[in-house]
């Protein structure tokens, strides 16, 4: 059974930094493209960032150059560096497992989620 335990969330203030985690557990980890979504209220759920099995990592336009997506295979968990937050980067932010090894951008390419972490920025 895939589990998936999203931490680090919290309320900032703007221009400040958090760092997610996603610990993975029932799965192979290492062969697994791992993405971040998120959801603001009253909004469709959209992509964040995703890292591939190899390590290579796509980006959100909006967020490009202000977070960072990694992983450790060792410890089987992905995390979502993000720094000079935003107000509107408030949302529920959630980790998934891709159906393969690759990039994945459409929510669904993936098929486990977390259960989400609240990141709040204020300005």
């Known amino acids: 059974q895939v589990q998936l335990a999203e931490s680090g969330g919290g309320l900032v203030q703007a221009g400040d930094t958090l760092r997610l985690s996603c610990a993975a557990a029932?799965?192979?980890?290492?062969?697994?493209?791992m993405g971040w979504f998120r959801q603001a209220p009253g909004k469709e759920r959209e992509f964040v960032a995703a890292?591939?099995?190899?390590?290579?990592?796509t980006y959100l336009d909006s967020v490009q150059g202000r977070f960072t997506i990694s992983r450790d295979n060792a410890k089987n968990t992905v995390y979502l560096q993000m720094n000079s937050l935003k107000p509107e980067d408030t949302a529920v932010y959630y980790c998934?497992?891709?159906?393969?090894?690759?990039?994945?951008?459409?929510?669904?390419?993936?098929?486990?989620w977390g259960q989400g972490t609240q990141v709040t920025v204020s300005s």
């Open positions: 890292i591939n099995w190899a390590g290579t990592t």
């Open positions: 029932g799965l192979t980890f290492s062969a697994i493209g």
């Open positions: 998934a497992t891709g159906r393969g090894p690759r990039l994945y951008t459409q929510a669904r390419d993936y098929n486990y």
